[in-house]
Structure formats: C-alpha cells, structure tokens
C-alpha cells in the first residue's frame, strides 16, 4: 500500500470556533511531527468563517492509522468531536502510482471509519 491522501472540508458552529481555533495550530504541529506525514494543512476559508480547507498526505496506511488514534486520543479529539466532516480519501500505490479510491463521507462524528478524525 502506497500513499493516503485526503482533502475536504470541515464545518464548525460559530459556537465552536473559538475553542478550535485555539487548539488547531497545535494539532498541525503535532501532526506533521508525526513519522510518515507528508503534508498536513487546514486552513479557514476567509470567505466562510467556520469553513476550514484541509489536505493531508500520509506515506502509508500504517502511518495514517496511527495519525488517527493520536488525534482521536488528544485534546483535539475532545474539541473537534461531532464536528461535520466532507473528506474523500485517496490511497495510492506507491510503485504503480495507481489510486485506489477516492471515498467520500459526510460525518457529524469525530472517528469516523472513512472520515478523517485527525482534522
């Protein structure tokens, strides 16, 4: 198995931004710390507030799982529980270049099997 990459959105309530604003520069650091990320960002759409972008890039799905537990363990997984989620997931073959995917999901849960939890 090759690369795992995921893009979307995640919506948050106005009445849960300020604890996820405060909390997220902190999750990125701590993500792309991780051994096997790639590329981790989330960024808030300056034309949608509560709206924010994110791209993520994991060198293997072994890498990716354990992004998901990390996160889904940490403060960030308490303070972004139930926010909605739209993620498609990519897995690519790391010698073919082939792609396996994408999923799509919407969620309102924080761990879900085919959303990303670490976001």
């Given at each position: 198995?090759?690369?795992?990459?995921?893009?979307?959105?995640?919506?948050?309530?106005?009445?849960?931004?300020?604890?996820?604003?405060?909390?997220?520069?902190?999750?990125?650091?701590?993500?792309?710390?991780?051994?096997?990320?790639?590329?981790?960002?989330?960024?808030?759409?300056?034309?949608?507030?509560?709206r924010f972008t994110v791209s993520?890039?994991?060198?293997?799905?072994?890498?990716?799982?354990?992004?998901?537990?990390?996160?889904?363990?940490?403060?960030?997984?308490?303070?972004?529980?139930?926010?909605?989620?739209?993620?498609a997931a990519s897995a690519f073959?790391?010698?073919?270049?082939?792609?396996?995917?994408?999923?799509?999901?919407?969620?309102?849960?924080?761990?879900?099997?085919?959303?990303?939890?670490?976001?």
């Open positions: 198995m090759g690369e795992v990459r995921l893009e979307g959105h995640v919506d948050v309530p106005p009445e849960r931004l300020p604890p996820v604003r405060a909390a997220l520069a902190e999750h990125v650091r701590l993500t792309r710390a991780e051994p096997g990320c790639l590329a981790f960002s989330v960024r808030e759409d300056p034309r949608r507030p509560g993520e890039r994991f060198a293997s799905r072994a890498a990716f799982d354990v992004h998901q537990a990390r996160a889904a363990a940490s403060p960030w997984g308490k303070i972004s529980d139930r926010v909605p989620r739209l993620i073959a790391a010698q073919e270049g082939r792609r396996s995917g994408p999923a799509c999901a919407r969620s309102a849960m924080a761990r879900p099997t085919t959303t990303n939890p670490g976001i």
